[in-house]
Structure formats: C-alpha cells, structure tokens
C-alpha cells in the first residue's frame, strides 16, 4: 500500500476549532496533520468539494478523527468529510477511525457501529486524546517522526501570524475587520425576527443603525457596539419596552423598565480567518455572526416568554 499522504486528517465543526486547534499543535510535531484552517495552500485553486472529501478517504490519511457534536455531518462541509468518512470505514470496518464526542446530549450518527469503540473528550481531555490517535498512527504502520528545526521553524511562524492578526482584530486597529461582521449580525437578526414575524400574533419591532439595534414587542432587547480601546458587543435584556430612536415612552414613577440581564461578546477569529465571537470569559467558544444572531433572537423570545408568565 502507498504511504498516505497524511498521518490523520481532522473533521469539525467551526465552533469547535480551538479543539482542533489544539490536537493539530500538538500531533504536527512528529506526524502530518491534515488540518483546514492549516491547509488552506492546499486547497486552493481545486475544486472545493473534492479538496475538502479527499484527505478523509483510506488512500489518503492513516487515522480520521472526528470531533462530534451536533450537527457535525450536517453542516455543508462536514457533510462532505462525513460522506468521505463512511466510504473508508465500508472499506476497513472502522478501524482507522477514531471518534470523539464533545458533548454527552447529541444523539450519534447511526451509521456508527454500538460497538466502536468512542473517546469521551470531556473525560479525557486533550493530552490523553493525543496519546490515543499517536498509539493508533503507530498501530497503523505509522511513524512518529522527530521533527526537524526547519519543521519546527515553520508551525512556529504559522502561529505567531494567527495570533498576530488576532490580536489586532481585539485592538482599535482593527475595527475595519469587525465592522462587517457586526452589520452581517444586525442583518441576521432582521431576517431572523421577519421570519418569526410571519407565525407570530405581535409582531417583533425591529430598528437598526451603524453600532446598534433594537428588538421589542412588550419587553425589549437591545445590541449595541461600542469601539473605545477595543470592539464589544453589549446585549442588554428589559422587562418592559423601551424608546426606540428619538421616540419618549412614559412611565409611572418606579415602575419603568429594569434592566434583566447584560451579556458581553468580543470579536474572535478562526485559524481559518473567519471573524465572528466569543461570550466574555468563555474564548474558546467560537460564535460566527450567523449563530450569535440566533442566540439573540432566542434570548429575545425567551424574555418575552418570562414577561407573559409575569416573572418581572
């Protein structure tokens, strides 16, 4: 058989990048890795489809390891490597697969077999994981190699860029980068809220300039950018409604909106370059603009839920 080109290829969801992340730094120093965000040369100019199915088949890598939470293998390109996955796994009967669960409430695949063997990542974490697929590499005829000076030279200089870049993008520098992201989430949740609007008896009010926006119906919620030193995002919850623009709602005295809840998110960036978020304290939890959009919006549905059942 031809040595695969790689020792293990890397299925994931954006989200869980930083996992990925981590397994890569640590598995590159002695076996090839095929890893997305750090193979973008390698895709470029193929056909994106193929590129991304072809490290996840036999022929090409030893060892596939997926990172499964839901929906991996129904997101748009995890669906390709799944796809990719399961046509080897016909082949070898799971043996060169090695799955690794994230969370304990996502329902498995049901094409994977009760009886494989699977890596509970939360019990383990990341070192023992990396022991596991280095033992299995090695099962497989693999070998660990020493890595060379100039191997060594170059992970080192891929992630001083990353972490270059990212920290301006958290800087006033790099407020052109998150701009669009923050107008590609105000935009979101205005489609978001029509759609709700269509089945929804009251409307969701819905207002919007450059660094805010404002949802409400008998509560509201408000999003706003603020850009001093650095960008944040501040989502603030109300139990009542509040003025929208240059309109004035009046009030009995103490008995106006309070604020219920406050929640902050800073701008993030994937070793894939993407520019999305991570909630304050927890920036190992990638949210693209997309996906905040819905968390907001959900946030929003859920205060109006506690206003109905007269919680404040």
Known sequence: ??????????????????IAAALHNALSNGLEVFFYPRSQEVLAGKDGLEAMRAPFLLEESRIVVVLYRDPWGETPWTGVEALAIKDRCLKDRFQSLIFMTLDKTSALPTWLPLTHVRFNYADYGPEQAVGVIKARVQETGGIIAVPTAARRAELSRIETEYVLERSR??????????NPAIQELFTKIREISTEINATRPAPIQFASDVLQCH???????????????????????????????????????????????????????????????SEEGQPSKFLSSSALANLIVNQFTDLTARRERGEF
């Open 1 to 18: 058989m031809t040595k695969p080109k790689y020792d293990v290829a890397i299925s994931f969801l954006s989200a869980d990048e930083p």
């Open 215 to 277: 949802l409400r119906d008998r509560v509201s919620l408000t999003v706003r950018a603020t850009q001093l030193a650095e960008t944040k995002l501040v989502v603030r919850q109300y139990s009542k409604r509040i003025a929208m623009g240059p309109e004035i709602l009046h009030y009995v005295p103490n008995e106006g909106p309070q604020l219920v809840n406050e929640t902050t998110f800073l701008p993030e960036m994937t070793r894939a370059r993407e520019i999305g978020w």
């Open 169 to 178: 993008l958290q800087s006033p520098f790099g407020r052109e980068m998150v």
